[in-house]
């Protein structure tokens, strides 16, 4: 359990940082912020007098407005003569320096988001099956509360009819407070519901548990934990806006025109929401955070945690056979069939296809869901490789599973499908039955199945689009070696790129950079290296014996090779013996050489520490016995 809520937090932090949330932070600014903010007292703006009746104190300021200032009202509204110029000095200064207490706001907007989140993520899908309703109308409801509270900043006595039900939770910790933290919790509810993170595996797993009713402790943890890491990068925008707020004169002197403005932002991202112009707004943003969610991603931790990968069957064993993103196509058995599908968009009359009818064509099934950005950028990929291949005997099968309970409307789907250009056979897999027939565990995923029916390749995640664009070709060939085909699409690759090379693993069912003339797959072999090794790739040479674990040298002339870009590498090993680590330059002039002698459990050891980034290559002369499990940079 403990593992599980650890990486439920480490899923949410690295969403909550990512352009996925840049859609909320108006909202919160204003909404969580600076609605929050604690205001100076002031004569003529606030009582003066923290306990007394915000009504009744309203009533008087009206009423003595125009008063000469040797004028004073007390708090049962008697009027008496000022007092000295000495008292009211005192007077005065002590008024500037009272301020209304700090309020809850910002924290109770985001335990509103949370609650909403985890409970409509977890539940939410089943509950509108079991009543019969739509499954987006969460999401309409959530657009439609997020437009009423907007207005409700607006007109405040329309607030004050919204939050009534919530009225004794927006009040806590601001009993005192002239002004309650109207709505706050209401907002948060509302904003957990539109909440759509980027798509990751602890995600997917919440999500698959979710839609298939598989929901008991574990997962309750898993969401609330991603939930609440999520939620944390909001929390300090809120809490930053609300000191902004506080320190800045112009919020305090214009309360009224802030709110206003607080209220329109809302409105507008409603109507947003409603177009889906945030989506396109992702689309466009560079994903900063890929590196961090592609490490949590491919953590042998993560992974047994979740327990990813669905159930293995006979229809899908040898899926294992294949590496995503592998330079070389594989033999990983006989492609499972397309099974639960609801509905089918873009076929003749919603005809179901049956891969066994499409024997002879190249197929690429591609996993996806309209909302995911991930899926987004993936996406004017696959749409080119079908428009340049199809006549030349391609078939792509876009299987939708969906992230959250709107994306099982199929008229989401048809819109989403028509937003993003895609014209090829959409498959509803609302149950998430082929998704698990294929074991998949990610939004978008490529596996491309040949002329005879046999999964080839396989592609976890964005990138490595001329890897699979090169497969394809090459299946075409195989398939029709009298084949014409156009020449290659060129169209961009958006996935981001990390500065340094990329976490590289060894794990037959993690690594996604190797690049050599043999085979990597499960077993004892002799590997050959490349004469040129590219950038950010590895390759063995000699014999090996490759697992799920790493690669286990075989014999004594068994090498590494690397090429690398970064300050620093490290490598992890086990076993015993000495290993002989050299640097290499462009040229293949030796930069560096030093030995590492590896005994016990298997850990981090420094390969190259340098005063500055480096290109070149790291070669491994590895004796038997000793396995290397991944290299990282720094």
């Given at each position: 359990?403990?593992?599980?809520?650890?990486?439920?937090?480490?899923?949410?932090?690295?969403?909550?940082?990512?352009?996925?949330?840049?859609?909320?932070?108006?909202?919160?600014?204003?909404?969580?912020?600076?609605?929050?903010?604690?205001?100076?007292?002031?004569?003529?703006?606030?009582?003066?007098?923290?306990?007394?009746?915000?009504?009744?104190?309203?009533?008087?300021?009206?009423?003595?407005?125009?008063?000469?200032?040797?004028?004073?009202?007390?708090?049962?509204?008697?009027?008496?003569?000022?007092?000295?110029?000495?008292?009211?000095?005192?007077?005065?200064?002590?008024?500037?320096?009272?301020?209304?207490?700090?309020?809850?706001?910002?924290?109770?907007?985001?335990?509103?988001?949370?609650?909403?989140?985890?409970?409509?993520?977890?539940?939410?899908?089943?509950?509108?099956?079991?009543?019969?309703?739509?499954?987006?109308?969460?999401?309409?409801?959530?657009?439609?509360?997020?437009?009423?509270?907007?207005?409700?900043?607006?007109?405040?006595?329309?607030?004050?009819?919204?939050?009534?039900?919530?009225?004794?939770?927006?009040?806590?910790?601001?009993?005192?407070?002239?002004?309650?933290?109207?709505?706050?919790f209401l907002l948060g509810l509302g904003l957990g519901v539109l909440y759509v993170p980027?798509?990751?595996?602890?995600?997917?797993?919440?999500?698959?548990?979710?839609?298939?009713?598989?929901?008991?402790?574990?997962?309750?943890?898993?969401?609330?934990?991603?939930?609440?890491?999520?939620?944390?990068?909001?929390?300090?925008?809120?809490?930053?806006?609300?000191?902004?707020?506080?320190?800045?004169?112009?919020?305090?002197?214009?309360?009224?025109?802030?709110?206003?403005?607080?209220?329109?932002?809302?409105?507008?991202?409603?109507?947003?929401?409603?177009?889906?112009?945030?989506?396109?707004?992702?689309?466009?943003?560079?994903?900063?955070?890929?590196?961090?969610?592609?490490?949590?991603?491919?953590?042998?931790?993560?992974?047994?945690?979740?327990?990813?990968?669905?159930?293995?069957?006979?229809?899908?064993?040898?899926?294992?056979?294949?590496?995503?993103?592998?330079?070389?196509?594989?033999?990983?058995?006989?492609?499972?069939?397309?099974?639960?599908?609801?509905?089918?968009?873009?076929?003749?009359?919603?005809?179901?296809?049956?891969?066994?009818?499409?024997?002879?064509?190249?197929?690429?099934?591609?996993?996806?869901?309209?909302?995911?950005?991930?899926?987004?950028?993936?996406?004017?990929?696959?749409?080119?490789?079908?428009?340049?291949?199809?006549?030349?005997?391609?078939?792509?099968?876009?299987?939708?599973?969906?992230?959250?309970?709107?994306?099982?409307?199929?008229?989401?789907?048809?819109?989403?499908?028509?937003?993003?250009?895609?014209?090829?056979?959409?498959?509803?897999?609302?149950?998430?039955?082929?998704?698990?027939?294929?074991?998949?565990?990610?939004?978008?995923?490529?596996?491309?199945?040949?002329?005879?029916?046999?999964?080839?390749?396989?592609?976890?995640?964005?990138?490595?689009?001329?890897?699979?664009?090169?497969?394809?070709?090459?299946?075409?060939?195989?398939?029709?070696?009298?084949?014409?085909?156009?020449?290659?699409?060129?169209?961009?690759?958006?996935?981001?790129?990390?500065?340094?090379?990329?976490?590289?693993?060894?794990?037959?069912?993690?690594?996604?950079?190797?690049?050599?003339?043999?085979?990597?797959?499960?077993?004892?072999?002799?590997?050959?290296?490349?004469?040129?090794?590219?950038?950010?790739?590895?390759?063995?040479?000699?014999?090996?014996?490759?697992?799920?674990?790493?690669?286990?040298?075989?014999?004594?002339?068994?090498?590494?090779?690397?090429?690398?870009?970064?300050?620093?590498?490290?490598?992890?090993?086990?076993?015993?013996?000495?290993?002989?680590?050299?640097?290499l330059a462009d040229d293949g002039t030796l930069r560096a050489e030093r030995e590492i002698?590896?005994?016990?459990?298997?850990?981090?050891?420094?390969?190259?520490?340098?005063?500055?980034?480096?290109?070149?290559?790291?070669?491994?002369?590895?004796?038997?016995?000793?396995?290397?499990?991944?290299?990282?940079?720094?």
């Amino acid at each position: 359990m403990e593992t599980l809520v650890l990486v439920g937090l480490l899923g949410g932090l690295v969403t909550g940082i990512s352009p996925c949330i840049l859609p909320m932070l108006p909202v919160i600014f204003f909404a969580g912020g600076v609605e929050g903010a604690r205001t100076r007292a002031a004569t003529g703006d606030a009582p003066a007098n923290l306990g007394e009746d915000p009504a009744r104190a309203r009533v008087d300021q009206a009423l003595f407005a125009g008063a000469p200032t040797a004028i004073r009202v007390d708090r049962v509204g008697r009027v008496s003569s000022g007092p000295s110029r000495g008292d009211r000095d005192g007077t005065e200064a002590r008024h500037r320096r009272r301020r209304t207490p700090r309020s809850w706001r910002p924290y109770l907007v985001i335990a509103g988001l949370v609650v909403s989140f985890s409970l409509f993520t977890l539940l939410g899908s089943l509950l509108l099956t079991a009543l019969g309703l739509p499954q987006d109308l969460l999401r309409w409801l959530g657009i439609a509360l997020l437009a009423a509270i907007g207005a409700g900043m607006i007109v405040p006595r329309f607030e004050e009819v919204l939050e009534r039900p919530f009225r004794r939770i927006a009040a806590l910790g601001s009993r005192r407070s002239p002004r309650p933290d109207r709505g706050a919790f209401l907002l948060g509810l509302g904003l957990g519901v539109l909440y759509v993170p980027c798509a990751g595996p602890v995600l997917a797993a919440i999500t698959v548990a979710g839609a298939t009713g598989d929901v008991g402790p574990g997962t309750v943890a898993l969401t609330v934990s991603f939930a609440v890491g999520a939620a944390v990068p909001l929390l300090v925008f809120a809490l930053a806006g609300r000191r902004v707020a506080e320190r800045v004169r112009g919020f305090q002197r214009h309360q009224r025109g802030i709110r206003t403005a607080g209220g329109l932002v809302m409105i507008a991202l409603a109507g947003a929401l409603a177009l889906n112009l945030p989506a396109q707004l992702q689309r466009a943003l560079p994903d900063y955070t890929g590196t961090l969610q592609q490490q949590l991603d491919s953590s042998e931790t993560v992974q047994d945690a979740l327990e990813l990968g669905g159930i293995v069957t006979d229809a899908n064993r040898e899926l294992s056979n294949c590496t995503s993103g592998d330079a070389e196509l594989a033999e990983c058995g006989t492609a499972p069939p397309l099974t639960g599908i609801t509905t089918w968009l873009n076929t003749p009359g919603g005809a179901p296809v049956e891969l066994a009818d499409l024997r002879g064509q190249v197929v690429l099934v591609d996993f996806w869901t309209y909302s995911c950005i991930n899926c987004q950028r993936a996406l004017p990929h696959v749409n080119a490789w079908y428009d340049a291949y199809r006549d030349a005997g391609l078939e792509v099968i876009g299987v939708h599973t969906p992230e959250f309970a709107f994306e099982r409307e199929t008229r989401n789907v048809v819109a989403g499908a028509e937003d993003l250009g895609v014209d090829h056979p959409i498959a509803q897999d609302n149950a998430y039955s082929t998704w698990t027939g294929y074991r998949n565990r990610y939004w978008p995923a490529e596996y491309l199945i040949d002329a005879d029916g046999t999964v080839r390749y396989l592609k976890f995640g964005e990138g490595d689009y001329a890897t699979t664009e090169q497969h394809i070709r090459d299946l075409l060939r195989e398939a029709d070696p009298g084949v014409t085909l156009p020449a290659p699409t060129d169209t961009e690759d958006t996935t981001p790129q990390a500065d340094t090379t990329p976490e590289t693993y060894l794990a037959l069912n993690k690594v996604f950079n190797y690049a050599g003339p043999t085979d990597y797959g499960s077993g004892e072999r002799r590997f050959t290296a490349p004469t040129e090794q590219p950038e950010d790739t590895f390759s063995l040479d000699g014999r090996w014996d490759v697992d799920f674990q790493g690669a286990t040298a075989v014999s004594d002339d068994a090498i590494l090779r690397l090429a690398y870009r970064s300050t620093d590498v490290y490598s992890v090993l086990g076993g015993e013996g000495t290993v002989t680590a050299r640097v290499l330059a462009d040229d293949g002039t030796l930069r560096a050489e030093r030995e590492i002698d590896v005994a016990g459990n298997p850990t981090l050891y420094d390969v190259l520490r340098g005063d500055g980034a480096t290109e070149g290559t790291v070669e491994l002369e590895v004796p038997a016995g000793v396995t290397v499990y991944t290299f990282t940079f720094g």
